[in-house]
């Protein structure tokens, strides 16, 4: 579905409403759903449609995901956290899972940004060179 400019507009504005000291807020976002819901303005979908991607993005990049082939200790999970938040800022939501594929390392994503140190990335680079 194509989304007007006007649409856009809309609900970027919404959003920066729902934002409280640069964090979102779920209230404020639970009361402009219904509110923008109720009204029914003109291209009410493509807002909520539009404003809902702009949220998801929101909490995608408050989220870091942590892996790594065993459990980490917690001196290393708290040290990530720390230079984590100083990299991404505070309220970062932390999970840390286990995946022995990795065999070594550790593969993080927050929102977009991916590193991966994992001995399974690196073999499959060396893979890809030859």
């Known amino acids: 579905m194509k989304i007007s400019k006007q649409a856009r507009r809309e609900a970027k ?3 920066r409403s729902c934002l ?7 209230n404020r976002v639970r009361r402009a759903v219904s509110q923008v819901a ?3 303005p003109r291209g009410y979908i493509a ?8 949220v998801k993005l ?11 082939p065993a459990p980490l200790a917690p001196e290393l999970e708290a040290d990530l956290k720390t230079r984590l938040g100083r990299l991404y800022g505070p309220g ?4 840390f899972t286990r995946n022995p594929a990795l065999i070594g390392g550790l593969h993080i994503k927050i929102g977009s940004d991916v590193y991966d140190g994992s001995i399974q ?6 893979q890809e060179s030859f």
């Open 121 to 126: 990335a690196r073999l499959a680079a060396l």
């Open 58 to 68: 929101e909490v995608d990049r408050r989220a870091a995901k942590v892996e790594s």
């Open 47 to 54: 807002i909520l449609s539009h404003f809902q991607r702009l």
């Open 20 to 26: 409280a000291d640069g964090a979102l807020d779920e």
């Open 13 to 15: 504005e919404l959003f």
């Open 38 to 40: 109720a009204a029914r």
């Open 92 to 95: 970062l939501d932390f999970s």
